[in-house]
């Protein structure tokens, strides 16, 4: 009998033709092995770090089309499926050999708070656990999503249960000055992660649909890397070195790993870094550290080349490729250089952007197109916070601070050239480069191409319209969010008012005034603002796209709140 227990997961992870990864946390270093119905398995033993034990496992030989029951073990003890679980058995479904003309389907979503028995404050039912219950009643492989695509604040560092914050009161060796009521070590966060993922439905739900992640605010916190003073604020702080280095550490552990492919797990440098220790705790702790210094020379394009880790990734499910996109620790916060992405990592989504696909999903989790009235309240602050009258710069960082200004409308530059893409791509045939004629193959324009993103506590559909060329493809923006948590009533009005036509227009004047060029696409809301809890499904079907938001009811099911066509429409 193993001495190891699992403590989280399993958690289905990547699906690329007929291998998946299954990713684990155990109590103690064990050999974990995961079988199938139909005879395919894989095993991987542990790697151990600040005391915690994890292995990803690499499942070969799945049948492609086929939907098979798995099981796991701890050496040679079944520990999952749990005993005495009612649970419908977690299962792994492959897509066809030649699957693009199949249907794909993204489920997706951010912000989502924990659903301990004894919540820290009330919130509306969880869209996770009501879209789990759905799945497991109706049991349909055709409702079954290919991918699970969660946006990020998949746990809160700076937002604690009660059951969390009773830990941390106990906790007599914390950094200096460390905030009572927020995680700031390694097993701190691996608290967060207990709690949150170990929600029966929830956690049942991870482990039969494959999932991949990005990081928001949250993981870290409210804010991270607003600026280039908000950093260097941050950095003063006793606690803060342990409060990055560990949330970087634990997010590569957590969610990054399980977003590579099994090819992409062993190219990973800190994955085979990891795997030839015995104890990978300060090879972790210095990575976290490491990461976050790098993105002090984001702007040097060769330096970051060079050393800069990218969290940023792309993959295919049939004839949809997905490119999930950092929005936060490598960001370019010296005013004269600010982007969202470095120049390196651009280089890179702009390859990604371009192939044989018949969509393009874009995750990002700050919305690209937000209200347009609070675009331009971003767009005005940027412009004003790089002012030479050290004044207005200082009172507008302090603005751009309190009222979150840091999405794509206040890296101006990002925004502009996210634009000038997705209408590069939409106008028709172009090369890799990016030219009408090129030495690259040229691809056809996409079917759709849709931005996913969370943040902002609400939800909506907007459709893009470009004030310069004949885009032939249609761009959405389709925002989810919150899963778990919500918008403070006083702001729901500010948020409404941020897509009425007059007030917008009133603050692209004052932007305008203060010399933020014209913007070079519009857009208009379709569907929302929705503020309750939700969950979104982008459905893909040949050349048509439909997005779905539900939310949820007072008695935790879910219910259409807004359904739409992407494709074949002419709004």
Not at 134 to 151: C, F, H, K, T
Not at 379 to 393: D, G, K, Q, Y
């Given at each position: 009998m193993s001495s190891a227990r699992l403590l989280v997961g399993p958690l289905l992870r990547r699906i690329v033709g007929t291998s998946a990864t299954v990713w684990v946390e155990t109590s103690a270093p064990t050999v974990v092995h995961v079988r199938t119905a139909d005879g395919a398995a894989g095993s991987a033993r542990t790697f151990t770090a600040f005391d915690h034990h994890y292995a990803i496992v690499v499942v070969r030989g799945l049948t492609a089309g086929s939907a098979t029951t798995y099981e796991v073990f701890l050496d040679e003890e079944r520990v999952w499926p749990?005993?005495?679980?009612?649970?419908?058995?977690?299962?792994?479904?492959?897509?066809?050999?030649?699957?693009?003309?199949?249907?794909?389907?993204?489920?997706?979503?951010?912000?989502?708070?924990?659903t301990p028995q004894a919540?820290?404050?009330k919130l509306p039912p969880d869209a996770?656990?009501?879209?789990?219950?759905?799945?497991?009643?109706?049991?349909?492989?055709?409702?079954?999503?290919?991918?699970?695509?969660?946006?990020?604040?998949?746990?809160?560092?700076?937002?604690?249960s009660p059951q969390v914050r009773k830990l941390l009161r106990r906790r007599r060796r914390r950094p200096k000055d460390a905030p009572s009521t927020q995680v700031v070590t390694y097993d701190e966060y691996t608290k967060l992660y207990l709690e949150s993922w170990r929600d029966p439905e929830v956690r049942w739900l991870l482990s039969t649909c494959p999932s991949v992640m990005i990081f928001d605010d949250h993981e870290i916190i409210d804010d991270w890397n607003t600026s280039a003073s908000w950093r260097a604020d941050m950095r003063a702080q006793p606690w803060w070195a342990e409060r990055i280095a560990s949330g970087l550490a634990s997010y590569w552990v957590y969610q990054h790993l399980g977003n590579l492919s099994p090819d992409e797990i062993e190219a990973d440098p800190v994955y085979a870094k990891v795997m030839a220790e015995q104890d990978a705790t300060s090879v972790l702790r210095e990575f976290g550290a490491r990461v976050d210094t790098e993105s002090d020379h984001a702007h040097d394009t060769e330096r970051w080349r060079a050393v800069q880790y990218q969290w940023s990734y792309s993959l295919d499910v049939g004839a949809t490729r997905l490119v999930m996109l950092d929005n936060r620790c490598s960001r370019v916060l010296e005013p004269a250089h600010r982007a969202m992405l470095p120049p390196g990592e651009w280089s890179w989504f702009l390859d990604q952007a371009h192939g044989e696909y018949t969509h393009l999903v874009i995750g990002s989790s700050l919305p690209w197109l937000m209200p347009p009235g609070i675009h331009h309240t971003e767009?005005?602050?940027?412009?004003?916070?790089?002012?030479?009258?050290?004044?207005?710069?200082d009172l507008s960082e302090r603005l751009r601070r309190l009222l979150d200004l840091e999405h794509w409308a206040a890296f101006n530059r990002s925004f502009e050239a996210l634009a000038a893409l997705l209408r590069r791509i939409g106008s028709g045939p172009r090369s890799v480069s990016?030219?009408?004629i090129g030495a690259g193959p040229a691809y056809p324009a996409p079917a759709s191409i849709s931005v996913l993103s969370g943040d902002v506590h609400h939800s909506y559909v907007a459709r893009a319209r470009f004030l310069d060329g004949q885009v032939q493809t249609p761009v959405h923006q389709l925002t989810c969010s919150p899963i778990h948590n919500q918008v403070p009533p006083g702001l729901r009005p500010v948020m409404r008012l941020g897509w009425a036509r007059l007030p917008s227009a009133a603050v692209r004047g004052l932007a305008r005034s203060a010399g933020v060029p014209r913007t070079s696409v519009r857009w208009r809301k379709l569907g929302g603002p929705y503020f309750g809890n939700a969950v979104g499904t982008l459905l893909h079907t040949g050349a048509s796209a439909q997005v779905t938001i539900e939310g949820t009811t007072s008695d935790g099911t879910l219910h259409t709140v807004v359904q739409t066509p992407l494709t074949g429409t002419s709004r």
């Open positions: 749990l005993p005495g679980d009612e649970f419908p058995p977690s299962v792994i479904r492959t897509r066809l050999a030649d699957d693009r003309d199949q249907p794909v389907r993204l489920v997706f979503g951010s912000c989502r708070e924990a919540p820290a404050r996770l656990d009501a879209y789990s219950r759905r799945l497991m009643r109706n049991g349909s492989a055709d409702e079954a999503p290919d991918l699970l695509v969660l946006l990020g604040d998949q746990v809160y560092a700076d937002v604690t767009a005005w602050n940027e412009r004003l916070a790089a002012s030479p009258h050290r004044i207005t710069a990016g030219d009408r």
